[in-house]
């Protein structure tokens, strides 16, 4: 009796404890290196979709990370085939369970925590901005 005591206790510690895995699947550096398109934006708690350019009905405006630490925006304003690109850099930290996401580009330095990164999704949180603004990517238009 007193051993199927102890593997129930046992089975009800492992059941009962939160795994820090569930966490580490929110934030998977693999995933960043590729397009991104805008969805919206959440800013003191409202989420705003993200219209990109209203007037071009096929405009999907994307951030792409490349694996060399390059950034390019893609701004397409009138459904035409070559986008507006604007080049910059980005790097990235993983320090004390926290990654962090630094981006230059057209002269302005934007530093995101990353609250998402999935196959599907990509979650920033920047930092320092009040009111508090959290950018949501999809990797499908």
């Known amino acids: 009796m007193k051993k199927l005591f102890g593997l129930g206790l ?9 795994s820090d895995d569930d966490n580490a699947s929110a934030v998977n550096l693999d995933n960043l290196t590729k397009k991104w398109y805008n969805i919206s934006y959440t800013v003191a708690g409202q989420t705003v979709p993200y219209d990109g350019n209203p ?9 792409q990370f490349e694996a060399n630490g390059v ?3 893609s701004d397409i304003t009138d459904c035409q085939n070559d986008a507006v690109v604007t080049t910059g850099t980005y790097a990235y930290a993983n320090e004390d ?3 962090t ?17 999935n ?3 990509l979650q920033l949180e920047r930092v320092n901005s009040n009111p508090l603004t959290i950018e949501v990517y999809k990797s499908t238009p």
Request: glycine share 10%; proline share 0%.
């Open 10 to 18: 046992a089975l009800l510690c492992l059941t009962a404890c939160s």
């Open 97 to 99: 369970g926290t990654t």
């Open 119 to 121: 196959a599907d999704e």
């Open 55 to 63: 007037a071009a009905a096929c405009g999907k405006d994307f951030t």
């Open 101 to 117: 996401l630094s981006t230059a580009i057209g002269g302005t330095t934007t530093a995101y925590k990353v609250i998402k990164l």
């Open 71 to 73: 950034l390019r925006k």
